[in-house]
């Protein structure tokens, strides 16, 4: 008989995707979850399986920092989920790192990371070769339907030309933070003029395509997105918001990365309340041709902790450093 | 300016998947064929050049054995396309291995060969070790769409009850060999004779069910297959094969994984001549269920070599060993 000790788990961050990531990490007999980590004070102190509804947790207390956290024990690997930026999450990671602690993380900026800021992403990887330390960022979009999807699929590509991807999905399906960000009840220039501030709109749109680039070895020319407001033809009530014909429902998000002058990433994700026929479709313009469909598309809010908790096991196995998708083992259900 | 010195690589076995691959090999500027390898006599000597069509080629020679290619250089990667079975390649490839030279396969059984052979795979892993050379088997059925395809999709999967995959292909677009293989213008009775006897049918539906198994940490009771011919309803007629009305024109394949009494993986494969519709279908059932088509499927033959060549430098990335796809990084065109 062999006895294999779990994987010891902290959980950083507590909002909707952190409180979902533990409950799933509570169902793996692979995992033990040994507390959390947030800043709020109404968080502070309370017991997991209170903030949870989860009973496996019992007796797991969120602590106000990382440091409070090691009285209870040191993490192989912390599940981060706070923040989108990749500067804001660099500042919570590197005490994490410098501790030789591993990281998966739900932050979108850090599917590819180095598209976003070269220097800091050299300097954290250096500082996790350091320390024995690895940091992943994953997620269902970025990290997994828009990006490692096709990717994966130019594995049996003798040639490929040009990749499009087009996501719809239907918002009031979705948690109410989300109804609420791509803009619901807003008038449309209203969205539109958060959308150019950064304060609206799907984050991970470029670095899904900075991710897809640097995997086929592509030096792009640039990275184009433009944002516009989907239009209400009718009133639409959901359990989370109430929008009235012409208001926005949600959001038309549009990438193009180009490369000696033509369009060979195109990205376009629709999320607005009660789309028809959500689904995820992938076109790889090559030899062979590929055109894929995924049905309804992959389900966000479960997929992502899915792929947060699944990624534990092939992180830990991986070279230190500040990886990639394409670093890593392939994803797998775990 | 970084110059980075081509992958040497060297084609292990000159059938029609060997030449295909030589060919798509001499179109990357970071490989280097150095030359062949193939036991035919009308092969040894001869120029690849001349075999394949392919000019960037010329200069480059089949010998008889990788010992006498040996003095022209030594590669760093050998393709290896002769064998279908586990057995048959591991004698072809323990003198490679033993040289410290990596090996891409298409050998079918290579892509779980611990299912066929535990103690000959566990032999080979070590040796690897020892020789520092990595050995993996991939192309596109086995080695992707119904196996490594599952299991990437189960990458975003909370829970994963059951996987299923349909492949139709259209043999009259596919080669003469493979028209034949599949029963072409044999009578009903007598496909199913052979392929009881392992003569005919396709190679490595078990296979790709033993990977998925692997993939997902299930452990199987057991994997049984069935085979049934598709009977032409019309004559039929080809560049390659002749099919009256009765006779066999393909192939009907059915692999069962199950668990706990269950069926719990479902491989079916119909590759018959003038098969309407093909494609890919994927199915997971959990949370979130996923159904994934590939519209006109993954063409066979093109995507088999792409798979190969792509393989090659995430194959020499990885640690040394006999490697499954779920140990080294993921599918990228390269």
């Given at each position: 008989m062999q006895e294999i000790k779990p994987i010891q788990v902290a959980q950083f961050g507590l909002g909707p995707i952190g409180l979902e990531s533990l409950k799933l990490a509570a169902t793996k007999s692979w995992l033990e979850v040994i507390g959390g980590v947030d800043l709020a004070a109404d968080k502070v102190g309370r017991d997991l399986a209170d903030l949870t509804?989860?009973?496996?947790?019992?007796g797991r207390r969120v602590f106000e920092t990382l440091a409070a956290l090691l009285a209870v024990g040191k993490p192989d690997v912390v599940l981060h989920t706070s923040v989108s930026k990749f500067a804001a999450a660099a500042l919570q990671l590197e005490p994490i790192i410098r501790l030789g602690i591993s990281v998966v993380s739900?932050?979108?900026?850090?599917?590819?990371p180095a598209f976003r800021d070269a220097a800091l992403a050299a300097r954290l990887d250096a500082l996790c070769q350091q320390h024995g330390a690895r940091v992943f960022g994953t997620g269902v979009n970025p990290g997994f339907v828009m990006d490692v999807l096709p990717v994966v699929l130019s594995?049996?590509?003798?040639?490929?030309?040009r990749i499009s991807v087009q996501r719809v999905v239907?918002?009031?399906?979705?948690r109410g933070p989300l109804q609420r960000k791509i803009g619901s009840g807003w008038s449309p220039a209203e969205f539109e003029r958060r959308f150019s501030e950064g304060e609206a709109g799907h984050a991970g749109l470029k670095d899904s395509i900075a991710l897809i680039a640097h995997g086929l070895g592509w030096s792009l020319d640039g990275i184009t997105e433009t944002g516009r407001a989907m239009v209400a033809e009718r009133d639409i009530r959901t359990d989370h918001v109430e929008v009235r014909q012409g208001q926005c429902c949600g959001l038309h998000q549009l990438g193009i990365g180009t490369r000696a002058g033509e369009s060979v990433i195109t990205l376009e994700i629709k999320m607005y309340l009660?789309?028809?026929?959500?689904h995820d479709a992938i076109q790889l313009e090559g030899e062979p041709p590929l055109r894929v469909l995924i049905e309804g598309g992959v389900a966000g809010d479960q997929a992502t902790v899915a792929a947060l908790v699944n990624a534990i096991p092939r992180v830990l196995k991986a070279?230190?450093?500040?990886?990639?998708?394409?670093?890593?083992a392939l994803p797998c259900f775990v």
């Open positions: 509804g989860e009973p496996a947790l019992r739900s932050c979108e900026e850090l599917v590819c594995g049996v590509s003798r040639t490929v030309h239907n918002a009031s399906t979705r009660d789309a028809p026929n959500p070279r230190p450093g500040l990886l990639l998708a394409t670093d890593i």
